[in-house]
């Protein structure tokens, strides 16, 4: 199966930083895009941004505007989400996802990690 790999959660104080990242398998063909959500406590799941690999082009959810980035690495089969200005407002669990194509939703999904953002 699709494996993809989350790393770089933690905790953080308000203001700080931290960088996400998202390995895929080898085995896994490129996606049409990848993205990343989040899940915080007695919450919805958000969408928080997403890439599309070729091309390169980036959204993003209204409460990260400027405040994420998304990137990703050709090299390392990897996207990222820099956090940058952190808010206890973006505790969550936060899932990387890959879109196979343009037609499908998001289907593959990594196992989370924590983002904590406490004083």
């Known amino acids: 199966q699709v494996q993809l790999v989350e790393s ?4 953080v104080q308000p203001g700080g930083s931290l ?11 490129t996606p049409y895009a990848m ?15 997403a890439i599309i690999w ?6 993003y959810g209204d409460s ?11 090299a390392k ?3 990222y989400l820099q956090m940058d200005s ?9 899932y990387c996802a890959a879109r196979p194509n343009c037609a499908t939703d998001y289907n593959y999904w ?5 983002v904590t953002v406490s004083s």
């Open 8 to 11: 770089g959660g933690g905790l």
């Open 19 to 29: 960088r996400l990242s998202c390995a895929a398998s080898v085995r896994t063909k």
């Open 35 to 49: 993205g990343w959500f989040r899940r915080a406590p007695e919450k919805e799941r958000e969408f928080v941004a």
């Open 54 to 59: 070729s091309g390169g082009s980036t959204y």
């Open 64 to 74: 990260v505007k400027g405040r994420f980035t998304i990137s990703r690495d050709y």
């Open 77 to 79: 089969n990897t996207v």
């Open 86 to 94: 952190l808010k206890p407002d973006d505790t969550a669990v936060y």
């Open 110 to 114: 990594g196992q989370g990690t924590q």
